[in-house]
Nanobody, 121 residues
Framework: QVQLVESGGGLVQAGGSRRLSCAASGRRFRLYDMGWFRQAPGNEREFVSSINWNGDRRYYADSVKGRFTISREDGRNTVYLQMDSLNPEDTAIYYC??????????????WGQGTQVTVTP
């Protein structure tokens, strides 16, 4: 069983930045592939970014490429999502998950509870 806890969400103006964190339980975090997804009201959960277990492969949705950066800090059992140049279309609940680097949410085993990010015009 892996527990994931997201933090860092909140209200931000368009053009601003926000850094999300996802803290994971377990001694094997350094072996985990990790991903970030988001879900806006009325929409399906969509892939945002992922990073493999040793950090040498990172993937991004086209909608966030060049604006968002995923990273990990194994000593803190934490994965981050740095979000820059935010726009109102980025408003969503952001979830972290573990088990894959794929773009399909069904490939992931464990999920956090999510953190709300709201971007105002």
């Amino acid at each position: 069983q892996v527990q994931l806890v997201e933090s860092g969400g909140g209200l931000v103006q368009a053009g601003g930045s926000r850094r999300l964190s996802c803290a994971a339980s377990g001694r094997r975090f350094r072996l985990y592939d990790m991903g970030w997804f988001r879900q806006a009201p009325g929409n399906e959960r969509e892939f945002v970014s992922s990073i493999n277990w040793n950090g040498d492969r990172r993937y991004y949705a086209d909608s966030v490429k060049g604006r968002f950066t995923i990273s990990r800090e194994d000593g803190r059992n934490t994965v981050y999502l740095q979000m820059d140049s935010l726009n109102p279309e980025d408003t969503a609940i952001y979830y972290c998950a573990t088990g894959s680097t794929g773009r399909n949410s069904g490939e992931y085993d464990y999920w956090g509870q999510g953190t709300q990010v709201t971007v105002t015009p």
